[in-house]
């Protein structure tokens, strides 16, 4: 009887471990959009693929929080983290065509609920060679970054070099 009781607890405690972890897993779009035509040149909207391999950058560093949605985000009922890339500026050359930068705002939203907010700003004088090279660096130090502040969420957080 012993040996039932143990066995339902160690259960027990595993359905309650996976029902939280569930709760706790962001869902993020697979694309994080421009806030508009200004942010990007066409050059850089058509080349870097930087706003589409961030979002699977997360998933792959993030232990299993979070989840990159391809479809119909804005149905997504759990936790959401709303991204949108508001300013960014690169050229190839690496150091002899100045400084670089990438800036985003995200909002950690349930249902109508904002949960938390920041923006996250990385930039580096180097940089590589190509441009798409260089934002996509930039990017996954703002994924670090997000990930790191989805552990303790907060209001108008500034992250990277933003704070």
């Given at each position: 009887?012993?040996?039932?009781?143990?066995?339902?607890?160690?259960?027990?405690?595993?359905?309650?471990?996976?029902?939280?972890?569930?709760?706790?897993?962001?869902?993020?779009?697979?694309?994080?959009?421009?806030?508009?035509?200004?942010?990007?040149?066409?050059n850089v909207?058509?080349?870097?693929?930087?706003?589409?391999?961030?979002?699977?950058?997360?998933?792959?560093?993030?232990?299993?929080?979070?989840?990159?949605?391809?479809?119909?985000?804005?149905?997504?009922?759990?936790?959401?983290?709303?991204?949108?890339?508001?300013?960014l500026h690169?050229?190839?050359?690496?150091?002899?065509?100045?400084?670089?930068?990438?800036?985003?705002?995200?909002?950690?939203?349930?249902?109508?609920?904002?949960?938390?907010?920041?923006?996250?700003?990385?930039?580096?004088?180097?940089?590589?060679?190509?441009?798409?090279?260089?934002?996509?660096s930039l990017?996954?130090?703002?994924?670090?970054?997000?990930?790191?502040?989805?552990?303790?969420?907060?209001?108008?957080?500034?992250?990277?070099?933003?704070?």
């Amino acid at each position: 009887m012993k040996i039932i009781k143990s066995l339902f607890g160690v259960v027990l405690i595993g359905l309650v471990t996976i029902s939280a972890r569930a709760e706790d897993v962001v869902h993020v779009s697979s694309l994080i959009p421009y806030e508009n035509g200004e942010v990007a040149n066409e050059n850089v909207r058509k080349e870097c693929d930087w706003n589409t391999t961030m979002p699977r950058y997360m998933a792959e560093e993030s232990d299993e929080r979070v989840k990159v949605e391809a479809q119909n985000f804005d149905k997504v009922t759990g936790k959401k983290l709303v991204l949108v890339a508001t300013n960014l500026h690169t050229l190839g050359g690496g150091p002899w065509t100045g400084p670089k930068w990438l800036v985003l705002e995200g909002k950690l939203m349930q249902g109508n609920q904002l949960l938390g907010n920041f923006e996250v700003r990385r930039q580096t004088i180097g940089g590589s060679y190509r441009a798409c090279s260089t934002l996509e660096s930039l990017s996954e130090e703002i994924a670090d970054d997000i990930l790191e502040w989805l552990k303790a969420p907060g209001l108008n957080a500034k992250l990277g070099d933003a704070g």
